[in-house]
C-alpha cells in the first residue's frame, strides 16, 4: 500500500483546519449583484464571494498562529491564485472519474472533530457559533479529498526509486551520515516562466534579492512568504516543516548545512526561479534498532459508485468464510484482490515494522494471533481481509538505513514531479482574470 507523505499534499493540510476556506454561508439574496466573476477558469469560474469567504478564513487562521497579515490587496491576490489553481485541479479530477463515497467524507469530519476535542455534532455547532456553514465545510472536505487522491494518481503512485539510486545513495559516505539528519525550513519562492525573457529574469531575481534585503533588515520571514512567494506552502507563511535531508534537491540542502538555527540562505536559483530559506532548527533523528515485525497477507476491496460500502464488505465476509472453509488465501488474494501490487504474490505484504501501514490498518493487524483472519477493516484505500502469518523481533539496522533513504529519496522526486506538473496545470488551463478582480 502506498504511504502518504509529501510536499506534494500541500493542500490537505492547509483546508483540513479549524477555520476550512469557504465553509461560509451563501450572500444573501440582496448582495447577489456584488458576486461578480473574478477569474474564468477554462469553462468554470471563481467569483467575489469564494475569495471572500477563503480571504476572511485565511485571516482567522493568520490569527490563530500569530502570523501578521500583509495587506488587504496582497492577501486577496494571493488567495485569489491558490482558488484558481484547486479549480483546475477539481476540474481534472471530474473529467477523470475521481469520486468520494460520502462514507469517507463522514469518517474525515469524524477526524476533525475529534481532533477538536468535540463530536460531530458539538463541531457543527462550534463552526455555526463561528458563522461557518458545516454543509459548506463538508464540501471543502470533499473537494480536498478529490485533490488528494488526484495527486496520488498524478505525482506518489508515478515516482519510483530504483535499488540502484539507494545503492547509489548510501555509497557515498556524507549521503549516509546525514540520513538521519532533518531540518526545520521556511521558503519563500519566486517563480520564473519556462519561457521567461532574460528581462524577466532579472525582475524576478531583483524581486528576490529586495525580500532578502528587507529580511536582512529584521523584516518578518511569514509576512514575506504570504505577500511574495509563489510556493504552495506561501499562505502558511512559507513553513516547510520537518525535512530529512535526503529529501531535499542539493541545492538546498548545500545552503541549510552550515546555517544556524534562525539564519537565512542567500538567494538561489534554480530551474523553476529564485529561492529563500530560514532554517528554523535541526535535529539527529536517531530511533530504537530493535522492532516487532509483522509478515502478513490482504485482499483489498475497493468501494465504487456500483458496490456499495455494505455490498464490499458482504463480498470480503464471502472470501473470509472461504478461507475459513479451507480455500487458499493466496489463491483467492490472486483472484479478487484489487491491490495490483501484492495480488500477484498472493497478497503477501512481506515483513512490516511498526508504522510502515497506516494507522487503521496496522491497528487491526496487530490485534490478530498468526494464522488469524481479521473481520473486514476500513481503511482509505478500501475494505481488507488481513492474515496475520508471523511475527518476530529483528534489528533493522541495514534495512532502516536503506528503508529512510528509499523514503526520502521518493519524497525528493515526488516533490520534483509536483512542481513540474503544477506548472505544467497552469500553463495548459485557459485562465482569463477579469478587471479590479481584487478590489
Not at 483546519?17 to 469557504?22: G, I, R, V
Not at 483546475?88 to 477523470?96: D, E, G, M, S, V
Not at 533493522?396 to 503544477?422: C, F, G, N, P, V
Request: net charge negative.
Amino acid at each position: 500500500m502506498p504511504q502518504l507523505s509529501s510536499r506534494c499534499l500541500p493542500l490537505i493540510a492547509a483546508t483540513l483546519l479549524l477555520f476550512p476556506a469557504a465553509a461560509r454561508p451563501a450572500a444573501p439574496a440582496s448582495s447577489a449583484p456584488l458576486d461578480r466573476i473574478l477569474v474564468v477558469v477554462n469553462d468554470d469560474v471563481v467569483t467575489q464571494s469564494e475569495l471572500n469567504a477563503r480571504v476572511a478564513d485565511t485571516k482567522k487562521r493568520l490569527q490563530l498562529e500569530k502570523i501578521a497579515t500583509p495587506p488587504d490587496d496582497v492577501l486577496r491576490r494571493q488567495v485569489l491564485d491558490q482558488l484558481v489553481f484547486e479549480r483546475i485541479q477539481l476540474q481534472i479530477a471530474t473529467l477523470t472519474g475521481i469520486r468520494v463515497a460520502e462514507a469517507d467524507v463522514d469518517k474525515a469530519v469524524e477526524s476533525i472533530a475529534h481532533d477538536n476535542k468535540m463530536s460531530v455534532e458539538e463541531f457543527q455547532k462550534f463552526l455555526r457559533r463561528e458563522g461557518l456553514d458545516p454543509a459548506a465545510h463538508r464540501a471543502t472536505i470533499r473537494n480536498q479529498m478529490i485533490v488528494r487522491q488526484l495527486q496520488e494518481r498524478e505525482i506518489l503512485n508515478r515516482v519510483s526509486v530504483t535499488d540502484a539510486e539507494v545503492d547509489g545513495f548510501l555509497e557515498n559516505q556524507e549521503s549516509r551520515e546525514r540520513v538521519n539528519q532533518a531540518y526545520n525550513l521556511s521558503h519563500i519562492f519566486i517563480a520564473v516562466p519556462e519561457s521567461a525573457s532574460p528581462e524577466a529574469i532579472e525582475k524576478a531575481k531583483a524581486r528576490a534579492e529586495d525580500i532578502h534585503r528587507q529580511l536582512k533588515q529584521g523584516g518578518n520571514f511569514e509576512q514575506a512568504a504570504i505577500a511574495n512567494s509563489q510556493g504552495s506552502e506561501a499562505l502558511s507563511g512559507g513553513h516547510l516543516g520537518w525535512k530529512n535531508a535526503g529529501q531535499l534537491p542539493e541545492l538546498f540542502l548545500s545552503a541549510v548545512k552550515s546555517l544556524a538555527p534562525g539564519s537565512l540562505s542567500d538567494v538561489m536559483r534554480s530551474p523553476n526561479g529564485f529561492h529563500i530559506l530560514r532554517l528554523n532548527d535541526r535535529r539527529g533523528d536517531v530511533r530504537s534498532e530493535q522492532v516487532t515485525q509483522t509478515h502478513a497477507r490482504h485482499i483489498l476491496l475497493r468501494p465504487s459508485e456500483i458496490q456499495s460500502i455494505e455490498d464490499t464488505r458482504i463480498k470480503l465476509n464471502h472470501l473470509r468464510e472461504r478461507v475459513e472453509n479451507g480455500e487458499d488465501f493466496a489463491g483467492l488474494a490472486r483472484a479478487h484482490s484489487e491491490d495490483t501490487a501484492s495480488a500477484a504474490s498472493g497478497g503477501d505484504l512481506g515483513w512490516a515494522s511498526p508504522g510502515q501501514f497506516v494507522p487503521d490498518f496496522e491497528k487491526a493487524m496487530n490485534t490478530l494471533k498468526p494464522g488469524q483472519l481479521s473481520a473486514p477493516v476500513r481503511t482509505p484505500f478500501g475494505l481488507h481481509l488481513i492474515q496475520v502469518l508471523e511475527r518476530r523481533t529483528h534489528d533493522i539496522s541495514q534495512e532502516k538505513l536503506r528503508t529512510d533513504a528509499r523514503r526520502q529519496i521518493h519524497a525528493r522526486k515526488a516533490d520534483e514531479r509536483y512542481d513540474q506538473w503544477a506548472r505544467q496545470l497552469r500553463d495548459e488551463a485557459f485562465v482569463e482574470y477579469l478587471p479590479d478582480e481584487t478590489n
